[in-house]
């Protein structure tokens, strides 16, 4: 259930605080964002333009809405009977690592109230302000969306080089993630760099499972809405047997795969 942002304590400010972050919208019973029952941030701003994102209305560094970390808390704390041993707070984008100061001033007050975090990111950045938050982070979702550098560059419009990193650097600390993969006909359909895809993580011990994610026209009217040309229009949904192909290849090398 999405809800507006004008029923939640919001400041229109013009510039970043460190009390606020900038978000686009809020999900308060997520279900798809990692386990459980889930409040799920959905914040504004991205730096990947990614041929199918469903999402273009969250890519505008400079737009959303700025509310307050204290006021995101309180909202959690009023839900938290509803999560259960494995929910919690998912925070999404648009892209979370741009404001990843404050996801961690955010994440360490959910800690305090013993409110499990999730981070749902592209990895673009791989550095130590982002570590710390990973440090913060119960569970990190981390968007691989193609192997091969090249590709993923004419896909999403920069380097995979921070996303593979980050998926080292995590694997490193011991703590968990998930691996997900958005199956696009003629951009990510391709056997032999779903397997090398998967054998770059076979190995990693902190991935306990893979979500595969077909793509889906939904967000085509965003685009429209938008005035900006969408460049996925005519792609289709991919068939069952590119489907069934892409779960057996990774079934072949992780225990945990889901198909969406
Ligand atoms: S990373 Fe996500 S929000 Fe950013 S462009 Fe890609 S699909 Fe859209």
Redesign the pocket.
Known sequence: MYFPLQDIEAAKLNVDDPEHLRIHSIETFGTHDGPGIRLVIFVQG?????L?????D??DVKGGTMVEIDELVKRALRQKNYFGKDGGVTVS???PLLQRSKLLTFFQKLHAEGINTCLDT?GRLNNDQVHRLLDETDLLLL?V?HINEEIHKKL?GLTNKATLGLAEYRESTGKRMWLRYVLVPGWTDQPQYIEEWAQTFTDYKTVDRVEIIPFHQLGEHKWKLMNMEYPLKDTPTPSEETREMAESTFKKYFDNVILK
């Open positions: 991205c730096q990947f333009r990614c199918y994102c469903q999402n273009p969250t890519l984008g648009g892209e592209n968007d969306k999403t």
